[in-house]
């Protein structure tokens, strides 16, 4: 049993969008950071997102959504107050390396009225997570994830057509009717490694492996990914800052940080993106250490109105900030 994870800290930037016809424009150079009293609500320390959390019908507990994760987590102390049984050992993978660690297991748990039973959550201390646990892709798989980032909202949809109200109007598990978000991107992916992979993306017209991850709090790009930002000759090597980047795990590896000039994403394109460049121990798991991969994180998220990632159909939809 394997269990991903990847936790960056460092400060992210905020921005706005504007949208075209067919192509949508965000620039991420030169923002200032968001109004922290309109987000203030549901987010931890480093500003990812946070859900209430019942498990075996106590609770709630602060949760992190965790796009990044392939399980879910609960930390020591709350599996010790819970008195959740030892399951297995697993191999938790972080940006340095694999360590053991022991699981617990979950009878039930629930995000709103969307439930998951029998789960074998890795255990890690609180101090680690930031968080009392995460809610990682074995509970968000085969439904729909909305992030509201501009309402500090999380919208999971139940995984049954079922749901579906009069006029085949949604009714979301642990929210209300589908509310208006702004112009909307839709890009295809694709499952792959526990992951939604987003299908298009490319810097320099080059493919790149790109994966959202609202478990970290910046972006992290692979090695090579930093070579083919850089592969402009005629150009000067930018100056890049050796940077931590941390793993929920403790482990700790080293990165520096640049600026990724223009990356697409389908009909998306940003520009100047903080990149923090690193050989991180996923990117060889996943068989991606000579291949440019880029880990999105909520520092980019969140320059959006909202993300929906739709596990069940492939898609990832980013809903666009316009411009005042």
């Known amino acids: 049993m394997t269990w991903n994870r990847r936790s960056v800290a460092l400060g992210g930037l905020a921005a706005g969008a504007c949208a075209g016809p067919r192509t ?3 620039n991420l150079a030169g923002a200032q950071p968001p109004d922290s009293a309109a987000l203030a609500t549901g987010l931890d320390l480093s500003s990812r997102m946070t859900a209430p959390v019942r ?37 938790v993978h972080g940006v340095a390396g694999v360590e053991p660690t022991q699981t617990a297991v979950v009878d039930e748990l629930r995000v709103g009225s969307v439930v998951s039973r029998d789960l074998l959550a890795p255990r ?25 980032f501009r309402r500090g909202e999380l919208v999971i949809s139940a995984d049954s057509l079922r749901d579906l ?31 939604l992979i987003i299908v298009g993306a490319d810097v320099r017209r080059r493919p790149v492996t790109a994966f959202l991850d609202s478990g970290s709090q910046s972006t992290v790009g692979s090695s090579a990914m930093g070579a083919l930002v850089s592969a402009d000759l005629n150009a000067p090597r930018p100056m890049r800052l050796s940077v931590p980047v941390l793993s929920a795990t403790g482990q700790t590896a080293t990165g520096e940080l640049g600026v990724t000039p223009l990356l697409k994403i389908g009909g998306l394109t940003i520009t100047q993106l903080p990149t923090v460049f690193a050989d991180l121990h996923v990117f060889g798991l996943w068989g991606l250490q000579d291949r440019a991969a880029l880990l999105i994180g909520v520092d980019v998220m969140r320059q959006f109105n909202a993300i929906e990632l739709d596990y069940r159909d492939r898609t990832v939809m980013f809903y666009l900030k316009v411009p005042a």
């Open 24 to 26: 949508a424009l965000v």
């Open 55 to 91: 498990i075996n019908g106590e609770g709630p507990f602060p949760f992190v959504v965790d796009t990044g994760a392939n399980r879910t987590v609960v930390s020591d102390e709350l599996a010790s107050s819970l008195g959740l049984r030892a399951g297995p050992v697993a191999n």
């Open 124 to 148: 890690l201390p609180r101090q680690r997570l930031g968080a009392d646990g995460l809610i990682g892709v074995d509970v968000l798989r085969n439904r729909k994830v909305l992030m509201d």
């Open 165 to 195: 109200g009069p006029l085949d109007l949604r009714v979301e598990g642990t929210g209300g009717p589908r509310r208006d978000l702004g112009p909307k991107v839709t890009v295809p992916a694709r499952f792959r490694f526990g992951q």
